[in-house]
């Protein structure tokens, strides 16, 4: 049972430089489907690195929580992160399927320097640039709606969507027309969460034919992260969670 355990709790921070000029780059961190439970040790060393590497944006893409009374704890996670960085959520398939009181989550997400964008965007400025990013409403459980994210989009060089489900990209490539999206940020897929010699039993739907990491054959790129927590089944094994850290 060892492995089960190191797995679930072990996180592989993985670093990519995407960015397209050595001037201004601007630093994210992806952290994704948390499914959050109560506040851990593991969750604690999250936030410390978080701290340490000083990101200008912090992107959280859906299920971070599964019930309304996980929002409290949660909430003691966001607070161990440096509160003026910049933080943006979507909304998980388990934010719905748990019936979560999204009032109450924007609130909280709101508390700690976060917002909640559903099917809406945002333009910020940051390191002498202008970044769009574009939050999508779930793929499976809500009602995700490109169209309406992108009303009013102001022009930028730079935009970024996140979209729980990766399968919604399928989606955005047919609806993006001449938008160019520099990147699309997912979750979801858990990396498979069990996975046997490179075979994954079990996807869940909304994953599509995408599982986890770079998907760059066709624009717009997307990355899917492995995620943090585990759904259903407590175990994760041959798919180790992960933080991601991106210079754009």
């Known amino acids: 049972m060892d492995s089960l355990w190191f797995e679930k709790y072990v996180i592989d921070w993985n670093y990519f430089d995407i960015s397209k000029s050595e001037k201004d780059k601007i630093k994210i961190i992806q952290i994704s489907d948390l499914h959050f439970d109560q506040l851990r040790y593991f969750h604690k060393s999250i936030a410390k690195k978080i701290n340490s590497i000083k990101p200008d944006l912090i992107f959280i893409t859906g299920d971070s929580v599964d019930k309304t009374e996980k929002i409290k704890p949660l909430n003691g996670f966001l607070e161990l992160i440096d509160n003026s960085i910049r933080k943006y959520a979507i909304t998980g398939n388990w934010e719905y399927w748990g019936n979560v009181n999204l009032t109450e989550l924007k609130s909280i997400y709101s508390k700690n320097n976060c917002e909640l964008l559903i099917n809406e965007n945002r333009t910020i400025s940051i ?70 010699l490179g075979i994954v039993p079990f996807k869940p739907q909304g994953s599509g034919k995408y599982l986890k990491g770079w998907y760059k054959e066709s624009e717009p790129k997307m990355y899917i992260s492995k995620g943090i927590g585990t759904s259903i089944l407590p ?5 180790r969670a992960e933080m991601v850290e991106m210079e754009i």
Do not use: M, W, Y
């Open 127 to 196: 390191k002498n640039r202008e970044i769009s990013i574009i939050g999508i409403d779930d793929f499976v459980g809500g009602n995700a709606d490109f169209g309406k994210a992108v009303e009013n989009l102001k022009e930028t060089e730079t935009n970024i969507v996140l979209s729980h489900c990766p399968e919604h990209r399928d989606v955005i490539t047919k609806q993006k027309g001449n938008l160019n999206i520099d990147l699309v940020l997912s979750g979801h897929t858990h990396g498979g969460q069990i996975t046997f």
């Open 235 to 239: 175990i994760r094994f041959g798919a």
